[in-house]
C-alpha cells in the first residue's frame, strides 16, 4: 500500500490537505510535530505531521497469512529457523497489526472532537488571520487555562477576551521623549530605511519628511534633510529627488562611506532630521547587503536611527527571513508597509512578536504624505478579520502602550 507524509500548520489543515490529495481511503498511522524553516533553530515554526496510508480498502492480513507469508519469506531466504523463534516472530507480528488496527479505527486526537466548540472556531478564526501555528498555541492554551466552561459557550466574549491578548504581544517602538532637564538631543535625528526591494522605502521617507518636518501653510516648522544611496540605479535617485522638488527638501546623493560622512558633516545647527533613503536588497544577497553597511557605518551611532521596512502583504517565511538577513543593520524598530493590502495580518504580528520586534509606524496606501501612522496596538488589532473588536475598550486598555 503506498504511503504518505504530510505537513501543515494545524491537524485540520493537515487533513484537509491529505484528503484533497489522497481521497476518503486515508489511513493515518503517525502524527508528530515538527519544526520547520529557520536556520541552525531561530526563526523555526511548527508544524503537524501525519504519516499514513492512502487507496485502502481490504482489511489487514488475518494472522493465518501473516504465518503464510513468514514461512515464505524465511524459505525463501534459505534460512531454516526453530519453531520458537518462529513463534516469537509471529507474536510480534501479530501485536503490531493490532496495534496499526487500533490506530486506524480510532483516528489521532480530533480538535473537533475534545475540544469545546468555541475553542474550535477560535484555532479558526485565528488561522483564517493568518497567524503562525506557535502564536495560536499560545492563545489556545491560554484561553484553555483562563475561561471556566461557562464562559466558553459564549463565543463573542470570548474573542472580545482573546483580541487584547494578542494586543499584548505587539511592540510599539517609540523614540523615547528626552527627560525634564535633560540635555538637548544632539542634532539632526538621522532616520534610515532599509529593506527588500519595493517595499516602500522611498515612498515612506518621503511620507516620514512631511510627519517629523511637520510642515504647515507652506512652512517647514522642523529642517529635514534627504539623503540617497540609491545613486546608481536607473529612476533610483529620480524617484527620491522628485519628492525632494515637490515638497522643497535638499537631496544629497551618496555612494561611499567618505561621502556620507563629508555630507552629514556638513549638517550641523539648524537641522532636524535626516532621512537616508537606501537601495532594496534581496535579503539573500548577503555581498551586496555589506556594501552597503560598510557606507552606512559613516552614521554616527549615537544619532542614529535605522528602521526596516517590511510589507504586511508578504508571507511569514519571508519575514522571517528578512527580519534576520537585515539584523547587521542594528534596526530599531519595522515600519509595516502596505497594511492597506492586506486583509490577514496574523502573519507579520505573529513573527515581530515572535522575534520580539518593536512596530514603529505602518504605511496604509500609496498617497505621499498622508497614508503613513504612527503604530498603534488598537489600528493593529482593528484589522482583524472575523473578530469582534470593541475600539473604545481597546483604546483604553492600550493607552499607555499607544501613548494615548
Ligand atoms: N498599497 C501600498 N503601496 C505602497 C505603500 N508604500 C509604497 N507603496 C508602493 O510600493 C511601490 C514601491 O514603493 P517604493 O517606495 O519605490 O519602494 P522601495 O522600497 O523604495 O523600492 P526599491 O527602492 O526599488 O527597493 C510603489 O508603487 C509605491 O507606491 C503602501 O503603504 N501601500
Ligand atoms: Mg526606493
Excluded at 503464510?68 to 513463534?87: C, D, I, W, Y
Excluded at 488561522?127 to 464562559?151: C, H, M, W, Y
Excluded at 552614521?299 to 538577513?325: F, I, N, W
Excluded at 500609496?366 to 489600528?379: C, F, G, M, W, Y
Aim: charged letters at 30%; proline letters at 5%; hydrophobic letters at 35%.
Amino acid at each position: 500500500m503506498p504511503y504518505f507524509t504530510e505537513q501543515a500548520r494545524t491537524y485540520t489543515e493537515c487533513m484537509e490537505k491529505i484528503k484533497a490529495r489522497y481521497g476518503s481511503g486515508v489511513k493515518v498511522m503517525l502524527e508528530k510535530t515538527v519544526r520547520k524553516g529557520g536556520f541552525l533553530g531561530i526563526g523555526s515554526h511548527e508544524e503537524v505531521e501525519m504519516t499514513g496510508t492512502y487507496g485502502y480498502t481490504a482489511p489487514p492480513a488475518p494472522a493465518a497469512d501473516l504465518e503464510t507469508a513468514k514461512r515464505q519469506v524465511l524459505a525463501a531466504a534459505g534460512k531454516a529457523v526453530p519453531e520458537t523463534t518462529m513463534q516469537a516472530v509471529l507474536k510480534e507480528l501479530r501485536t503490531l497489526n493490532e496495534k496499526i488496527e487500533t490506530r486506524i479505527e480510532a483516528p489521532p486526537r480530533s480538535a473537533e472532537q475534545t475540544e469545546h466548540p468555541s475553542l474550535v472556531k477560535l484555532e479558526e478564526d485565528l488561522v483564517q488571520n493568518d497567524f503562525s501555528p506557535g502564536f495560536i498555541k499560545t492563545i489556545l492554551d491560554r484561553a484553555r487555562k483562563e475561561f471556566p466552561l461557562e464562559e466558553l459557550d459564549n463565543y463573542e466574549e470570548v474573542q472580545k477576551r482573546v483580541v487584547p491578548w494578542i494586543g499584548e504581544r505587539i511592540s510599539i517602538y517609540r523614540e523615547s521623549e528626552p527627560r525634564p532637564g535633560a540635555p538637548a538631543k544632539k542634532r539632526p535625528r538621522i532616520i534610515v530605511l532599509v529593506g527588500s526591494t519595493g517595499t516602500g522605502k522611498t515612498t515612506t521617507i518621503a511620507k516620514l519628511a512631511a510627519f517629523y518636518g511637520d510642515r504647515t501653510e507652506g512652512i517647514w516648522k522642523k529642517q529635514v534633510r534627504f539623503i540617497t544611496l540609491d545613486s546608481y540605479r536607473i529612476g533610483g535617485k529620480q524617484q527620491i529627488e522628485k519628492y525632494g522638488e515637490i515638497m522643497e527638501i535638499p537631496v544629497s546623493s551618496v555612494d561611499s562611506y567618505d561621502m556620507l560622512r563629508r555630507t552629514l558633516s556638513h549638517y550641523h545647527e539648524g537641522v532636524d532630521f535626516v532621512l537616508i533613503d537606501t537601495i532594496g536588497k534581496s535579503p539573500r544577497n548577503l555581498e551586496e547587503l555589506g556594501k552597503m553597511k560598510a557606507v552606512l557605518d559613516a552614521c554616527p551611532s549615537g544619532r542614529t536611527e535605522v528602521h526596516l521596512c517590511v510589507s504586511a502583504a508578504v508571507k511569514a517565511s519571508d519575514v522571517r527571513e528578512t527580519l534576520k538577513q537585515f539584523e547587521p543593520f542594528k534596526y530599531r524598530a519595522v515600519i509595516i508597509t502596505k497594511l492597506d493590502e492586506t486583509g490577514r495580518i496574523g502573519n507579520i504580528i505573529s513573527v515581530l512578536a515572535e522575534e520580539g520586534k518593536g512596530i514603529s509606524f505602518v504605511t496604509t496606501g500609496q498617497t505621499v504624505p498622508s497614508d503613513i501612522e504612527p503604530a498603534l496596538v488598537v489600528r493593529l488589532l482593528m484589522k482583524l478579520d472575523g473578530f469582534t473588536v470593541d475600539r473604545n475598550a481597546l483604546a483604553d486598555y492600550f493607552s499607555s502602550k499607544d501613548g494615548m
